[in-house]
């Protein structure tokens, strides 16, 4: 097989691509990825040299390059004759809240365009699978209770979850009206390696090992449903190779918690002082509590997360502290 992964070299593609080398080592891999500042090749790096793998730096947005890659017309495996792509998986997305409310362009623009012009590039070529990697914040916020289906109407709150809805139903609109075969996951929070240092999770573990404040959002009590990104992997490639064309798989893991109790429990397992927190203004539009309903992918594909947080949570902190080099040298601003 040989799989197009765009954003390849971000934070889940490149946990994805090491999951698939290792799982299926004979199929063929094609990185596509513009690297902003949230990518990083170090992320793949024992990965350059492999046969079966190859970076392309470009931005989806590329229509030429996009096709060019699609038709298997470059780059090449070895000498192989042109051979189409079988499978694209998009997770190539500007991602962070925060950056869509500040600069919604850049959003709509790869977010939107960018899916566009993959999903016409899976069309003319006929792909045999699109794979839209989406979130679970196109389904807007819920209450105390109750949990997202694949069902719940789409009611995204900022410019970068109303973008990543938009996407969704381009993709859905290709299969009913192309007749391509489709698949969208909407996962819950993901955690674990290589994660930039802007979200929860790493921006906690990182800044109190240099015992910095810990800025938190309003009362800190917005509550979100955690995902090792490991079993988003596993997930990702139950829906490759098994999901019904068409279908939406919403993939949680069941794991809610509130910020503040997250940040606190970082602290203690880094025997840091809670005095470190800071509360900050809320942010617009700040959505209060996401949890995922996943029945459907564990009832149709047989989906089961293999993380429990407690180990999960404790390993990751253990890969940020072994892995200083790897995000030590990121600027103050960027975090």
């Not at 593609?13 to 990518?39: C, E, V, W």
């Not at 998986?89 to 500007?94: Q, S, T």
């Not at 105390?144 to 990543?164: A, I, M, Q, R, V």
């Not at 800190?220 to 990104?229: A, E, I, T, Y």
Request: proline fraction near 5%; charged fraction near 25%.
């Amino acid at each position: 097989m040989k799989l197009l992964v765009t954003g390849g070299a971000g934070f889940i593609g490149s946990n994805f691509i090491r999951y698939i080398r290792k799982k299926y080592p004979h199929y063929q891999i094609l990185n596509l990825d513009l690297l902003t500042y949230a990518a990083n090749l170090k992320n793949l790096r024992d990965m350059e040299t492999h046969p079966s793998y190859r970076f392309i730096q470009g931005n989806i947005c590329d229509r030429n390059l996009v096709e060019s890659i699609v038709s298997g017309g470059w780059p090449r495996f070895d000498d192989e004759p042109a051979k189409l792509v079988d499978v694209i998986v998009n997770f190539a997305a500007e991602s962070h809240v925060d950056r869509s409310i500040a600069e919604p362009d850049m959003f709509v623009q790869t977010n939107v365009l960018g899916t566009h012009v993959l999903l016409e590039a899976a069309r003319k070529f006929r792909v045999k699978k699109y794979l839209q990697i989406s979130t679970d914040e196109v389904y807007g916020t819920l209450g105390e209770t109750g949990y997202f289906t694949e069902e719940t109407p789409l009611h995204p709150n900022s410019p970068y979850s109303s973008s990543k809805a938009g996407a969704d139903l381009l993709v859905q609109a290709y299969y009913e009206t192309y007749g391509l075969a489709v698949n969208i996951t909407r996962c819950s929070n993901n955690y674990g390696p290589y994660q930039f240092p802007e979200k929860l999770i790493p921006m906690t573990i990182t800044k109190a090992m240099r015992d910095e404040e810990l800025p938190l959002y309003g009362d800190g009590q917005n509550v979100r449903d955690w995902l090792h990104v490991e079993d988003h992997c596993a997930a990702i490639d139950l829906v490759i190779h098994k999901g019904l064309p068409g279908e939406i798989y919403n993939v949680g893991g069941n794991n809610e918690w509130a910020n503040i109790e997250i940040v606190r429990n970082i602290l203690s397992l880094l025997n840091k002082p809670e005095r470190l927190i800071r509360f900050v203004p809320d942010r617009p539009g700040h959505d209060r509590r996401y949890a995922i309903d996943a029945r459907k992918i564990r009832r149709q594909l047989g989906w089961v997360p293999r993380h429990s947080f407690e180990t999960g949570i404790w390993e990751t902190i253990n890969w940020y502290r072994d892995n200083q080099d790897w995000w030590g040298r990121m600027r103050a601003s960027e975090i």
